[in-house]
């Protein structure tokens, strides 16, 4: 099995920036692709963002140029920088990966709230 630990949500201003960052443990051999999702207030979970063990990213349209996901060389931590965040991006987020053999691990989420 694959464990996740997310860090790094909080409460932000419009404008500002944060970084999450999610540590897998375990199978992490079995890894091929994480990413992150997010879901809003009565809003259905979207992607974010995915990145690939090829370093290969896909975006959202709405955090294109304003999100990037990086992993480190072990490709078992991904991050996700966010800038110019906006008051839509609030939302818990989600780390996901996905497995060799089809299973998929989701961490436990964390709150990302982007007020005045």
């Known amino acids: 099995q694959v464990q996740l630990a997310e860090s790094g949500g909080g409460l932000v201003q419009p404008g500002g920036s944060l970084r999450l960052s999610c540590a897998a443990s375990g199978r992490i051999f079995t890894i091929y692709k994480m990413g992150w999702y997010r879901q809003a207030p009565g809003k259905q979970l979207e992607l974010v963002a995915e990145?690939?063990?090829?370093?290969?990213?896909v975006y959202a349209d709405s955090v294109e140029g304003r999100f990037t996901i990086s992993t480190n060389n072990a490709k078992t931590t991904i991050h996700l920088q966010m800038n110019s965040l906006k008051p839509e991006d609030t939302a818990v987020y989600f780390c996901?990966?996905?497995?060799?053999?089809?299973?998929?691990?989701w961490g436990q989420g964390t709150q990302v709230t982007v007020s005045s």
């Open positions: 990145i690939g063990k090829d370093d290969s990213t």
């Open positions: 996901k990966t996905f497995e060799y053999g089809g299973a998929i691990t």
